[in-house]
């Protein structure tokens, strides 16, 4: 059995000291927004369409990416993050389906949440996590770990 692999872009929104999250109806967890990577697309472009779909808002990235001279090139956002996410694992343990996730932090100039594309969850399905409700919460580790690194971020670039 062969693994499939999709390339996604996810992006940890910040506005005034804390990260939007939303619940995952299929997952059952809260997650950041984020997406499949389109074939016309760029990973950090998709990662800021999804934030626009699923939110509404205009994210800027944080991007500490450095320049680079290059005639026939351009230099494109560094993800804070790339991890490898199994989707589908079978009974047997092989894995069928996985996830190449870009994860990038941005921020937001609202906490208004109102979703822009078809059939995303609705704005009360987000909530916004500040450090202290982070750390106290039973989110995924790596969620909190992220989140936590996407405020520090936003806090260093002010």
């Keep these: 059995m062969e693994t499939t692999r999709h390339f996604t872009a996810t992006v940890y929104i ?3 000291g804390a990260v939007a999250l939303h619940r995952h109806e299929r997952l059952g967890i809260r997650v ?6 389109d074939r016309d697309e ?3 472009e998709a990662g800021l369409r999804e934030v ?9 990235l944080l991007d500490e990416t450095d320049p680079v001279a290059a005639p026939a090139g351009t230099v494109l956002p560094n993800p ?3 991890m490898l996410y199994d989707i589908d694992v079978r009974e047997d343990g092989r894995v069928g389906h996985q996830h190449i996730d870009h994860v990038y932090y941005a921020t937001v100039d609202s906490r208004e ?7 995303e969850a609705g704005a009360a ?3 916004w996590y500040d450090a202290e409700a982070l750390r106290e919460s039973d989110l995924d580790a790596d969620t909190v770990q992220f989140s936590l690194e996407a405020i520090d971020a936003a806090d260093r670039a002010d």
């Design 42 to 44: 760029l990973p950090h």
């Design 113 to 119: 949440v109102d979703p822009a594309g078809d059939d």
């Design 125 to 127: 399905a987000w909530e």
């Design 80 to 82: 804070r993050r790339q």
């Design 52 to 60: 626009r779909e699923e939110t509404g808002l205009v994210a800027e």
């Design 14 to 16: 910040v506005n005034d």
């Design 32 to 37: 950041p927004p984020g997406g499949h990577v």
